[in-house]
């Protein structure tokens, strides 16, 4: 911080943020590190069909060069500053250019209260509800209004700024939400924009069907993914937790949440899903701002900070439905000219007996059923051995002694599949 440097430039005080010498050297020995991790794991078949590992390690790459690049940080302050010229309870510094350069960055000094300090948040008159409802507003028109979002809002880059005595928003707030650190910023294209909005309708609908299809439109889940089963998980994930907020979710039974997120885990384990690029910063930013906004408000929910967007989102989309009805019309045409050939292809599977009915919840309960019977049957023959070589022994001893060693295999049987359940 300079008082000298910011009075000469206008500002009363400046920051001036200078890059670690040798900082890029170091950033292409541990990038060169994670490229041949990738290179490796891409042939772990496990880790290759859910994720190309060398495409999220470029990725990374990108965004690693353009956090040490203080001229792109410049440029996104800027650009996030224009997208949010006309909210006045959204601030972000001023670039000092004639001071700045590859490696060094002067802003005005934005410096106010950390958004995470709830103390003097209480102090300054500053209701922290209301801050965590403004910070989610501000995520979700970062990610579907304007495309363009700050991927690192952890609390140390996020200030709560109260405004001059005698000024206030529009809102009634007497403060705004100042944004620091421009580095780690991201972009939704296009199409992942459409996809997150059939993504957000289908949530808050609470429509299981349409969220398995726009998790396919994402690329999130493959399409030889077996969907019926999934499909079934989310109902039953709706019905029991739709809508809920973190503080309702933490009064229900441990014990439930445990078996619920057991059986939810093996549905998700059994289906191919993969992470795409794109949706790396944007889970990072969502699952920080989440942090942050339930330790400002323990009753926060965020189906409810969503809904105005997804309501914004639904009075585009008959818009978007007329733009898009050639498209549609085409794909549907191509869908009932394959029909015939698919519904042949269908009666000679079915006349050949290759026809294949996957019940994957039936084959589960059959083999929990099997793996009770096998317990049941070394219980059975361990107890016949012991019973057995106890009452043989008084009269042939050796033959008691060889039953009772014999016993000790189905009690083995027994503990191992008792302890792997």
């Given at each position: 911080m300079s008082p000298t440097l910011g009075a000469d430039l206008?500002?009363?005080?400046?920051?001036?943020?200078?890059?670690?010498?040798?900082?890029?050297?170091?950033?292409?020995?541990?990038?060169?590190?994670?490229?041949?991790?990738?290179?490796?794991?891409?042939?772990?078949?496990?880790?290759?069909k859910r994720a190309d590992a060398p495409a999220l390690v470029?990725?990374?790459?990108?965004?690693?060069?353009?956090?040490?690049?203080?001229?792109?940080?410049?440029?996104?302050?800027?650009?996030?500053?224009?997208?949010?010229?006309?909210?006045?309870?959204?601030?972000?510094?001023v670039v000092v250019w004639e001071r700045s350069s590859l490696r060094a960055l002067?802003?005005?000094?934005?410096?106010?209260?950390?958004?995470?300090?709830?103390e003097a948040l209480t102090r300054a008159g500053i209701d922290s509800a209301a801050v965590a409802n403004q910070l989610a507003r501000v995520t979700f028109q970062q990610i579907f209004v304007s495309g363009f979002f700050h991927a690192d809002p952890h609390p140390g880059n996020i200030f709560v700024t109260p405004l001059p005595d005698g000024s206030e928003s529009d809102t009634g707030e007497k403060w705004r939400l100042t944004f620091v650190d421009f580095g780690?910023?991201?972009?939704?294209?296009?199409?992942?924009?459409a996809g997150l909005r059939n993504f957000i309708l289908a949530a808050v609908g609470r429509d299981s069907r349409a969220l398995v299809a726009s998790l396919e439109e994402l690329g999130v889940l493959l399409s030889t993914a077996d969907t019926e089963e999934l499909e079934r998980a989310m109902t039953a994930l709706f019905e029991r937790f739709g809508g809920m907020g973190i503080a309702e979710i933490q009064t229900i039974d441990p014990r439930e949440l445990e078996a619920f997120g057991r059986q939810f885990g093996e549905t998700i384990r059994g289906l191919p899903f993969q992470l795409p690029e794109s949706f790396l910063l944007l889970i990072r930013t969502i699952s920080l701002v989440s942090g942050v906004t339930s330790a400002l408000d323990r009753d926060f929910n965020m189906w409810d900070a969503v809904d105005p967007f997804a309501r914004?989102?639904?009075?585009?989309?008959?818009?978007?439905?007329?733009?898009?009805?050639?498209?549609?019309?085409?794909?549907?045409?191509?869908?009932?000219?394959?029909?015939?050939?698919?519904?042949?292809?269908?009666?000679?599977?079915?006349?050949r007996g290759q026809l294949a009915v996957r019940t994957p919840e039936v084959d589960r309960s059959l083999r929990s059923v099997e793996r009770s019977v096998n317990r049941l049957g070394s219980a059975i023959v361990f107890a016949a051995l012991l019973v057995g070589g106890v009452l043989t022994r008084p009269t042939d001893e050796v033959l008691g002694w060889i039953l009772l060693a014999a016993a000790a295999v189905p009690l083995l049987h027994l503990v191992v599949t008792l302890r792997r359940r």
């Open positions: 206008g500002f009363d005080d400046v920051i001036v943020k200078v890059q670690r010498p040798g900082i890029d050297e170091i950033v292409a020995v541990d990038l060169a590190a994670l490229r041949r991790i990738a290179r490796w794991l891409s042939r772990v078949r496990l880790v290759s470029e990725e990374f790459a990108a965004t690693s060069l353009e956090e040490i690049n203080y001229l792109h940080e410049a440029g996104n302050a800027e650009r996030f500053a224009d997208d949010f010229a006309d909210d006045p309870l959204v601030g972000a510094p002067t802003l005005s000094d934005v410096t106010a209260i950390k958004i995470s300090d709830v780690m910023m991201g972009e939704i294209s296009d199409e992942l924009r914004t989102i639904l009075s585009s989309n008959g818009q978007d439905a007329l733009r898009d009805l050639p498209q549609q019309a085409l794909a549907l045409g191509a869908t009932i000219a394959r029909l015939p050939r698919r519904m042949d292809e269908l009666a000679s599977r079915i006349e």
